[in-house]
């Protein structure tokens, strides 16, 4: 079978193991795909299909692509709050929460870095699955625990946050499974 066509049949994004199953030399494949500008590599055994995506003039976007490195996980933090509208500037990091700790926690992709963090298990809860963005993504409130509790007192963010726009209710109840220091940083945030 011809790269191309071997391609053709590799959805956006795919992993080492998904070539092995359409070609013995998987590694030789990639290797020459790359080279020919037909793939990208993301991060080690995870590729972006750049043929088909030229084909179809699209692209995965950011949240997609970081949902499907590492499983399972969903995005958080700055970014979720931006995408529900609490957040007004646009951030350029993609924070990603895991329960399972990851060797490479951050990397590049179409000019945003996706980080990664690890959650305890207790902790890993208030995300729904997002079709627009085909990743899943916090709701409002939980992304701003999930920033509390990971940047500690280093947020600068809070005087661009939108608060009115939260489930203050919603947000106390959650802010309960986080320790302490969490709901009280949460309570001096909201009471600004």
């Known amino acids: 079978m011809k790269t191309t066509e071997i391609l053709s049949f590799l959805p956006f994004l795919f992993k080492t193991s998904d070539v092995k199953k359409l070609e013995p030399h998987a590694d030789i494949f990639l290797h020459r795909a790359k080279q020919r500008g037909y ?4 991060i080690r055994g995870t590729y972006l299909n750049v043929f088909k995506c ?7 976007g950011v949240e997609e692509v970081a949902c499907f490195v590492h499983s399972p996980c ?3 933090a700055e970014w979720a709050i931006n995408y529900h509208g609490v957040l007004l500037q646009s951030p350029k990091v993609c924070t990603v929460v895991t329960t399972r700790p990851k060797r490479k926690n951050r990397f590049l992709y179409r000019g945003y870095v996706i980080e990664y963090s690890t959650l305890k298990r ?4 208030g ?3 997002e079709p627009t963005l085909k990743a899943n993504l916090a709701g409002a409130e ?6 509390i509790y990971l940047r500690g007192k280093r947020i600068p963010v809070f005087d661009e946050l939108e608060l009115d726009l939260l489930d203050k209710a919603l947000l106390q109840k959650m802010a309960s499974k ?3 220091y969490v709901a009280r ?6 009471s600004v």
């Open 39 to 42: 793939i990208e590599r993301i």
């Open 54 to 60: 030229q084909v179809a003039d699209t692209f995965p």
């Open 74 to 76: 969903y995005i958080t």
């Open 122 to 125: 207790e902790l890993f809860f």
């Open 127 to 129: 995300f729904q699955y």
């Open 142 to 147: 939980k992304a701003l625990l999930d920033l």
């Open 178 to 180: 986080f320790p302490p």
């Open 185 to 190: 940083y949460c309570d001096q945030v909201l």
